[in-house]
């Protein structure tokens, strides 16, 4: 939806899928099968065929960053969601049923100053989005005076239904609350008349990242990658915490300040952006094909789709094409559903193993083993880069939580596998431990969680609710934290698993148990422990994780221990 600045657009080319052409195999590239002796959970099957597309169309060019080529325009379903969203779908277009049909005698009025023409002076257009386009403009009056701003002129005559109304209504408050951060484009205000909604913004006058990649010949140097990679995590981190998710991550929405080679980097439009609370998850498909999520498409995601994306842009910054390619949109969603990406190739191999692992960790299709942006900053690949400033992360909120709504049997398997972790991993979570200021004696309360908050944040983060959790948190009886305990509250199994040391791990955690913390155990004990009501199938499962010779707790039964279990679990054996 409009951009700060950018080239502007001369002309759109139509370049449909041709009729009856196939798309290109998806990438041969294979994992390997693990020999581990338990199931391991994998992604949602495939949901493509009932999939609808993207509400935003993506400018970035074919697979090999050589030169721009136009991308070629959207499928009809796709044009339909979007035009659907927006109230503009004409008699003769198909169109997927979203329950949002235009509606009669909206009311358009935001409260917005109405004194734009007063204030500002408009210029030349600079970039275009798909209900907006953005002009820079010369501040007449107030503390810009004589300043050059970007404004993001956004026509009421687009505002067809109550979503596209609200939309704009989002933005303005997203930009509103998070402006100031470095790596955000700066928000100045906001203005109305009878015909348009005006964004005023810092103007962004050295173009795209997407720009800065082709002049470059279509890839970056790993330090070089590390400089951008670090500004966008760190805005991205930012967002998270207060609860907000962009939805439409890719290098054309990062701009340079200015044309300089150190300049930094801006993050803009937040047309697409939303709240979204810890324990909850969004449904609406939006964002820009060739980055999108694979639970984007399942329409089940939240703040780790952004990582997902970030993965992709890693990925095009190191090797100059795309992880994810076809011809056509349904093409690039059945590769982000069901390719794997190609590390094989040039320059891959010549790349550092820990820039390889760091984009890895990021293209996992399985959400729960995705890196978290306070978690890729602390990356064995950016630990050498200067002035990294790990934020607070919110899952360690989450994770904390479900510890201590675990049993005392998990809590001691937790134990046992967090005295695994490596000297990186124990660096990301004395990070977070500090940041929740512990005590004198080296240990925190429930209660640090909230004070820790409260000191990052913005009115974003109440309209998020992301207040409401952290204070559900805080609230929850239990003793204080050390260390060596908050290791094992805030480890995350599944992002464990994601990792080729896993087995490793796991192993290693088990030995430990067995030598601390298993013992004799009856099945109607465990089921009592994890909190499952006794029934035949309940106890027919459990059998599989208690070892008959000793009756003591199996690999097995510790592993899926570690990951946690509900009786709904056991209603889908």
Same mark, same amino acid.
């Given at each position: 939806?409009?951009?700060?600045?950018?080239?502007?657009?001369?002309?759109?080319?139509?370049?449909?899928?041709?009729?009856?052409?196939?798309?290109?195999?998806?990438?041969?590239?294979?994992?390997?099968?693990?020999?581990?002796?338990?199931?391991?959970?994998?992604?949602?099957?495939?949901?493509?065929?009932?999939?609808?597309?993207?509400?935003?169309?993506?400018?970035?060019?074919?697979?090999?960053?050589?030169?721009?080529?136009?991308?070629?325009?959207?499928?009809?379903?796709?044009?339909?969601?979007?035009?659907?969203?927006?109230?503009?779908?004409?008699?003769?277009?198909?169109?997927?049923?979203?329950?949002?049909?235009?509606?009669?005698?909206?009311?358009?009025?935001?409260?917005?100053?109405?004194?734009?023409?007063?204030?500002?002076?408009?210029?030349?257009?600079?970039?275009?989005?798909?209900?907006?386009?953005?002009?820079?403009?010369?501040?007449?009056?107030?503390?810009?005076?004589?300043?050059?701003?970007?404004?993001?002129?956004?026509?009421?005559?687009?505002?067809?239904?109550?979503?596209?109304?609200?939309?704009?209504?989002?933005?303005?408050?997203?930009?509103?609350?998070?402006?100031?951060?470095?790596?955000?484009?700066?928000?100045?205000?906001?203005?109305?008349?009878?015909?348009?909604?005006?964004?005023?913004?810092?103007?962004?006058?050295?173009?795209?990242?997407?720009?800065?990649?082709?002049?470059?010949?279509?890839?970056?140097?790993?330090?070089?990658?590390?400089?951008?990679?670090?500004?966008?995590?760190?805005?991205?981190?930012?967002?998270?915490?207060?609860?907000?998710?962009?939805?439409?991550?890719?290098?054309?929405?990062?701009?340079?300040?200015?044309?300089?080679?150190?300049?930094?980097?801006?993050?803009?439009?937040?047309?697409?952006?939303?709240?979204?609370?810890?324990?909850?998850?969004?449904?609406?498909?939006?964002?820009?094909?060739?980055?999108?999520?694979?639970?984007?498409?399942?329409?089940?995601?939240?703040?780790?789709?952004?990582?997902?994306?970030?993965?992709?842009?890693?990925?095009?910054?190191?090797?100059?094409?795309?992880?994810?390619?076809?011809? /056509?949109?349904?093409?690039?969603?059945?590769?982000?559903?069901?390719?794997?990406?190609?590390?094989?190739?040039?320059?891959?191999?010549?790349?550092?193993?820990?820039?390889?692992?760091?984009?890895?960790?990021?293209?996992?299709?399985?959400?729960?083993?995705?890196?978290?942006?306070?978690?890729?900053?602390?990356?064995?690949?950016?630990?050498?880069?200067?002035?990294?400033?790990?934020?607070?992360?919110?899952?360690?909120?989450?994770?904390?939580?479900?510890?201590?709504?675990?049993?005392?049997?998990?809590?001691?398997?937790?134990?046992?596998?967090?005295?695994?972790? /490596?000297?990186?991993?124990?660096?990301?979570?004395?990070?977070?431990? /500090?940041?929740?200021?512990?005590?004198?004696?080296?240990?925190?309360?429930?209660?640090?969680?909230?004070?820790?908050?409260?000191?990052?944040?913005?009115?974003?983060?109440?309209?998020?609710?992301?207040?409401?959790?952290?204070?559900?948190?805080?609230?929850?009886?239990?003793?204080?934290?050390?260390?060596?305990?908050?290791?094992?509250?805030?480890?995350?199994?599944?992002?464990?698993?994601?990792?080729?040391?896993?087995?490793?791990?796991?192993?290693?955690?088990?030995?430990?148990?067995?030598?601390?913390?298993?013992?004799?155990?009856?099945?109607?004990?465990?089921?009592?422990?994890?909190?499952?009501?006794?029934?035949?199938?309940?106890?027919? !499962?459990?059998?599989?994780?208690?070892?008959?010779?000793?009756?003591?707790?199996?690999?097995?039964?510790?592993?899926?221990?570690?990951?946690? !279990?509900?009786?709904?679990?056991?209603?889908?054996?």
């Amino acid at each position: 939806m409009g951009l700060c600045h950018g080239k502007p657009i001369e002309h759109q080319a139509k370049n449909l899928p041709v009729p009856g052409e196939a798309d290109p195999p998806p990438s041969s590239h294979t994992t390997k099968s693990s020999n581990f002796p338990f199931y391991s959970p994998s992604p949602l099957p495939s949901l493509f065929k009932t999939s609808p597309a993207i509400s935003s169309v993506n400018s970035t060019p074919l697979r090999i960053f050589k030169r721009p080529f136009p991308p070629p325009s959207p499928a009809k379903h796709i044009r339909a969601l979007l035009a659907r969203r927006h109230g503009s779908v004409k008699p003769n277009e198909a169109s997927i049923p979203e329950g949002n049909e235009p509606e009669v005698g909206l009311d358009k009025s935001f409260g917005f100053s109405k004194q734009f023409l007063y204030h500002y002076e408009l210029g030349e257009e600079v970039g275009r989005g798909h209900f907006g386009y953005t002009c820079s403009a010369k501040a007449k009056k107030g503390s810009l005076k004589g300043q050059d701003v970007a404004v993001k002129v956004i026509p009421k005559s687009k505002m067809t239904t109550a979503i596209a109304i609200e939309d704009v209504r989002r933005e303005v408050k997203i930009l509103r609350a998070l402006t100031g951060h470095k790596n955000l484009v700066q928000f100045y205000d906001a203005y109305e008349d009878d015909d348009n909604v005006y964004v005023v913004m810092e103007l962004c006058k050295g173009g795209e990242l997407l720009d800065r990649i082709l002049s470059r010949g279509g890839k970056y140097p790993e330090e070089d990658a590390k400089a951008v990679m670090v500004q966008i995590l760190s805005v991205v981190a930012y967002c998270h915490l207060q609860g907000v998710v962009h939805r439409d991550l890719k290098p054309e929405n990062f701009l340079f300040t200015t044309k300089d080679e150190t300049s930094p980097l801006k993050a803009i439009d937040f047309g697409l952006s939303d709240y979204v609370k810890p324990d909850e998850r969004l449904n609406d498909i939006v964002g820009s094909a060739y980055y999108v999520a694979p639970e984007v498409l399942h329409r089940s995601y939240g703040t780790e789709a952004d990582m997902w994306s970030i993965g992709v842009i890693a990925y095009i910054l190191l090797c100059g094409s795309r992880p994810f390619w076809a011809r /056509t949109e349904s093409g690039i969603f059945r590769a982000v559903l069901k390719a794997e990406p190609n590390f094989e190739e040039a320059p891959w191999p010549s790349l550092s193993l820990d820039a390889i692992d760091f984009v890895k960790r990021l293209l996992n299709k399985d959400y729960r083993k995705r890196l978290t942006a306070a978690q890729a900053l602390s990356h064995p690949w950016l630990a050498s880069y200067h002035e990294i400033k790990i934020p607070s992360d919110m899952i360690v909120y989450k994770l904390v939580k479900a510890y201590i709504c675990s049993s005392s049997l998990r809590k001691s398997a937790l134990g046992a596998l967090a005295k695994t972790l /490596t000297v990186p991993q124990l660096a990301y979570l004395r990070e977070q431990f /500090t940041l929740l200021g512990p005590n004198k004696s080296g240990f925190i309360s429930l209660q640090n969680y909230k004070t820790a908050i409260l000191k990052n944040s913005t009115d974003a983060m109440k309209d998020s609710r992301v207040l409401d959790y952290v204070s559900m948190v805080s609230s929850l009886q239990f003793r204080k934290l050390d260390f060596e305990e908050f290791c094992a509250s805030a480890i995350s199994v599944h992002q464990l698993e994601g990792m080729e040391s896993w087995e490793e791990h796991a192993r290693r955690a088990y030995e430990l148990f067995e030598k601390d913390g298993n013992r004799p155990i009856m099945i109607e004990e465990l089921a009592s422990e994890l909190g499952l009501s006794p029934s035949v199938p309940v106890h027919v !499962v459990l059998q599989d994780w208690i070892r008959h010779s000793d009756g003591k707790l199996s690999f097995l039964g510790f592993v899926r221990l570690l990951h946690g !279990v509900s009786s709904r679990t056991f209603q889908k054996t």
